[in-house]
């Protein structure tokens, strides 16, 4: 069955970067993409961007350009995250789900928590 | 871009019916037909309930149905449990090449 698992919590310093991982197993990898969503403690959800596993092809949301990097290594089938000068407004559970901008979210990961604190 | 505009809350009795409605703009909802729900329990992952505004996963129950009028979009859940009480959040692609969440509404069962 299809799954993703992620890396486990982390607690950072401010203006420290975080690399959350996404290990998708049950499906060929490089057929779908691989989106991150973040919700802030009881907030909603923010779409972060999504990452074509077939081409590495990305698409940031307009407010985290310049300090996210999604990135993929097929030969694992994990996907990766990065989210640099972390601010405390970063403190969140980060997502990663199978789908990307225009198809639906069918399979999600159990999310990791990122503290940001000095 | 703006999160699309969902009420806060909703409540409903076990049996009743109930809409969600989620307003967002022509450059989104009003244009596309990427429109997904989301139910979210305390705690869990998010889980997909309907997409491309009314198809719905296998596995879903058909009390949950999706619908779309100009830049409105709805969910309705019809025959409500107990155990629907949960976060609701829809989704749509934006002509930014983009996708925007709703802020999210928390469904009471009474």
């Known amino acids: 069955q299809v799954q993703l698992v992620q890396s486990g919590a982390e607690v950072k310093k401010p203006g420290a970067s975080v690399k959350v991982s996404c290990k998708a197993t049950g499906y060929t990898f490089t057929t779908y993409g691989i989106s991150w969503v973040r919700q802030a403690p009881g907030q909603g959800l923010e779409w972060m961007g999504w990452i074509s596993v077939y081409n590495g092809n990305t698409n940031y949301a307009q407010n985290l350009q310049g300090r996210v990097t999604m990135t993929t290594d097929t030969s694992t089938s994990t996907a990766y995250m990065e989210l640099r000068s972390l601010r405390s407004d970063d403190r969140a559970v980060y997502y990663c789900?199978?789908?990307?901008?225009?198809?639906?979210?069918?399979?999600w990961g159990q999310g990791t928590l990122v503290t940001v604190s000095s | 871009q703006s999160a699309l505009t969902q009420p806060a809350s909703v409540s409903g009795s076990p049996g009743q019916s109930i809409t969600i409605s989620c307003t967002g703009t022509?450059?989104?909802?009003?244009?596309?037909?990427?429109v997904s729900w989301y139910q979210q329990h305390p705690g869990k992952a998010p889980k997909l309930m309907i997409y491309?505004?009314?198809d719905r996963p296998s596995g879903v129950s058909n009390r949950f149905s999706g619908s779309k009028s100009g830049n409105t979009a709805s969910l309705t859940i019809s025959g409500l449990q107990a155990e629907d009480e949960a976060d609701y959040y829809c989704?749509?692609?934006?002509?930014?090449?983009?996708?925007?969440f709703g802020g999210g509404t928390k469904l009471t069962v009474l």
């Open positions: 491309d505004v009314s």
């Open positions: 989704s749509s692609y934006t002509s930014s090449n983009t996708l925007v």
């Open positions: 789900a199978r789908g990307r901008s225009t198809s639906p979210f069918d399979y």
């Open positions: 022509s450059s989104d909802i009003g244009g596309y037909y990427y």
